[in-house]
């Protein structure tokens, strides 16, 4: 079955601290996307990178990196020099085919970051 | 702002009642994906509309039912209100059949509902 775990619930950091947020994925399709969404006290999913399994190249983006992992089934986020503005809860998502080209999406529980002044 | 609007904002029903979520698609997008979101729990996927009809559907019962309508906007309506339907419903839109769509859902910021 497709199932997405985070077992980090809760993490707190100080300011300009660096962090890890872990994501491991089960999947049977050889063809799948990867996600990550950061969902602040306002509730709404900000959309933050999506990876397909073909593309195993990590990335990053400002402060933001990602570390994708097929042999070990892992999609790591990592923060550098953490702000206070990243204190949010983070999903990790991956992708399930519908049939006429659409995806619903499999969400992990969430890891809620704190960040302290 | 993902230009995904859902409305109300928070809404309070009683057990047993009806009630009836609506969404407005990012412009452009023609799909709608339904989720429910508990207290600390990730999304769940109820169900998918696309080109007006369902496609997809989770492990939700019939009372949980949708509509979208030609220009893309959806409905969520839930019947006979139950205690554990009190959540955050959250609505995703998307391009469908377009390669540079990428398959990336962007959100609203969700229906709070209490079932009292």
């Known amino acids: 079955a497709q199932k997405v775990t985070q077992a980090q619930t809760e993490i707190s950091v100080v300011e300009k601290e660096d962090v890890t947020l872990d994501c491991v994925y089960e999947?049977?399709?050889?063809?799948?996307?990867l996600f990550w969404y950061k969902q602040p006290p306002s509730g709404e999913l900000v959309f933050l990178i999506r990876?397909?399994?073909?593309?195993?190249q990590n990335e990053i983006s400002g402060r933001y990196s990602w570390n994708f992992q097929k042999s070990t089934s892992s999609f790591n986020f990592t923060i550098t020099a953490s702000q206070v503005v990243d204190s949010a809860v983070y999903f990790c998502?991956?992708?399930?085919?519908?049939?006429?080209?659409?995806?619903?999406?499999?969400f992990g529980t969430g890891t809620r970051l704190k960040v302290l002044a | 702002e993902t230009g995904v609007t859902q409305s109300p904002t928070h809404l309070i029903k009683t057990r047993g009642q009806q009630v009836t979520l609506r969404c407005s698609s990012q412009?452009?997008?023609?799909?709608v994906s339904w989720y429910q979101q508990a207290l600390g729990q990730g999304p769940q996927f109820i169900f998918q509309?696309?080109?007006?009809?369902?496609?997809g559907r989770g492990n939700f019962p019939p009372r949980f039912s949708g509509l979208q309508f030609p220009n893309y906007s959806s409905e969520l309506n839930v019947n006979a209100l139950e205690l554990d339907d009190s959540a955050l419903y959250l609505c995703?839109?998307?391009?469908?059949?377009?390669?540079?769509?990428?398959?990336?859902?962007?959100f609203g910021a969700g229906t709070r509902l209490s079932v009292l």
């Open positions: 995703a839109s998307s391009l469908t059949g377009r390669k540079s769509a990428k398959n990336i859902q962007y």
């Open positions: 999947t049977r399709d050889t063809t799948y996307y």
């Open positions: 990876r397909n399994s073909f593309d195993e």
């Open positions: 998502a991956l992708s399930e085919a519908q049939g006429s080209g659409t995806y619903k999406y499999i």
């Open positions: 412009s452009g997008h023609n799909t």
């Open positions: 509309y696309y080109r007006e009809e369902e496609n």
